[in-house]
């Protein structure tokens, strides 16, 4: 079982920056590929981004696509979150998540464990 705490939340402007952190207890985080997830109220959970087992290999949703970037240090049992270029529709509760699966998804309902998730707000 793998135990997922996310931080790194907070307001900040539009145009700003944050970096989230997500740390996973137990020894087996590199065998799990790692994905962001975000939830505004009354939305659905959406995709924001996903980053392989071991290789690195990234995917990111569109509406974020070169602004933020997915990272993960295997050694610290640690995925990152960089967030540049904030908009106000980036405000949402993030969540990080892993999948033990082999096959890249986007879909939340196939990750198999989540962290309580952090609050970001980008303010206008």
């Known amino acids: 079982q793998v135990q997922l705490v996310e931080s790194g939340g907070g307001l900040v402007q539009a145009g700003g920056s944050l970096r989230l952190s997500c740390a996973a207890s137990?020894?087996?985080?590199?065998?799990?590929?790692m994905g962001w997830f975000r939830q505004a109220p009354g939305k659905e959970r959406e995709f924001v981004a996903r980053i392989s087992r071991s290789y690195g290999s990234t995917y990111y949703a569109d509406s974020v696509k070169g602004r933020f970037t997915i990272s993960r240090d295997n050694a610290k049992n640690t995925v990152y979150l960089q967030m540049n270029s904030l908009k106000p529709e980036d405000t949402a509760v993030y969540y990080c998540a892993a999948d033990s699966g082999g096959f890249v998804t986007t879909t939340p309902s196939l990750y198999d464990y989540w962290g309580q998730g952090t609050q970001v707000t980008v303010s206008s």
């Open positions: 137990g020894r087996t985080f590199s065998s799990y590929a």
